[in-house]
């Protein structure tokens, strides 16, 4: 079985009408459905769900913190292999592909935006992959179940930080390794990650400050800095 297990026709629909198909840059191996523009496809989201003020359709780029995941886990399927992994704020779903790709056991990506589940969706079956795609906040929790939690590009702002570095925290402390990806964000925690690879990521301009970003594979190391709490 290919494809997400938790979708919305109507997501599929939208993700389908608003994106292309195609390689992804830095990671040819794995092909989404993306977007040209964002600013654009952003309104056409609030004017589709009949809201104002809904975030970016980040589901519709792959952000240079997941290019850079997907990258070091596909040149090393070992850190994935036999394992079930956990993708956190999965947006298309570039990471746990990758994972997936690496043969990895299980993988699981959450999401709280529906549209990124649908594009997850896609794309997994875009790839022949199997991902359980979820919208759902697992950041009060731990990863329970999960032996390997990758998150790509969650540090750009400041109260989904507060919540991403417990979350990591108490599952970095209940044995899983953890791997995030990210561009140099404001709110990244430098103190407790160990650098494992940097990669000059082709990033799209009208999404960033620059052409290219240089972009570091993170791994939760050592003891963690607020006393890990139980879930
Ligand atoms: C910059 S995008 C990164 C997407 C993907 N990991 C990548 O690197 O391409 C951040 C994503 O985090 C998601 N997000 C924000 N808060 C979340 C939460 N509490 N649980 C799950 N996803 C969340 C957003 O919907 C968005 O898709």
Redesign the pocket.
Known sequence: MSGATATTGAGEAFVLEQTSLGPVPFVPEIRLHQAEEAIELWERTEAAKGEAGL?PP??A???A??VAVARYVLDHPEAVAGTRVLD?????G??AIAAALSGATSVRA????DY?VAAVALNAEANGVTVTAECA???DGDGAGADVVL????F?ERA?AA?FLPFLERAHARGALVLV?DPGRAYLPRERFRALAAYEVPVMADLEDRAVKRTTVWRLDGAPAVPAQDH
Do not use: Q
């Open positions: 975030p980040f589901w780029f792959a952000w913190g997941g956190v704020a999965a947006g298309s570039v990471v959450a999401e709280i935006d990124a906040d697992l950041l998150a790509g590009d969650v750009y989904m919540r990806g």
